[in-house]
């Protein structure tokens, strides 16, 4: 293979894989649309997700709190969940992004938790 033929490859590997970002920017970018803004301090979300594509995969049941701009999750230690988490890496780790999530809520909103 010519030295121009290896580049041509490089090239087109480079544009499949910068088309594959773009998809994928736009599908999250999509999911967080539809999920709305990252609710306030103290508010409380609960999903259900699987750890598997497996349509008879376990479901697992999770919470999370908003405390001081990050995310406070249940979780067990099989699967850890690496918290506090960003508003995103929640979104992520519930399924959101790769549609192994079941149901994902906004369960409650208190007021006066002072995280200062």
């Known amino acids: 293979m010519s030295d121009y033929a290896k580049l041509m490859k ?3 590997l480079f ?5 594959r970002i773009a998809t994928e920017a736009a599908d999250r970018k999509a999911v967080t649309e539809a999920v709305g803004p990252e609710p ?3 508010s409380v979300v609960v ?10 995969a376990t479901i697992y049941v999770f ?7 990050r995310w406070y999750i249940t979780q067990s230690s099989q699967y850890p ?9 929640l979104l992520e780790f519930a399924g959101l992004y790769n549609d192994r999530n079941e149901d994902f809520l906004f369960a ?9």
Do not use: C, H, M, Y
Request: proline share 2%; net charge negative; no cysteine.
């Open 10 to 12: 490089q090239a087109e």
């Open 15 to 19: 544009l499949e894989a910068a088309d």
């Open 40 to 42: 306030e301090e103290g």
């Open 47 to 56: 999903f259900k997700k699987r750890f598997s594509d497996s349509s008879n």
């Open 63 to 69: 919470a999370a709190i908003r405390i001081a701009a």
């Open 81 to 89: 969940a690496k918290s506090p988490l960003t508003w995103d890496s």
């Open 108 to 116: 409650a909103s208190w007021v006066g938790i002072d995280s200062e």
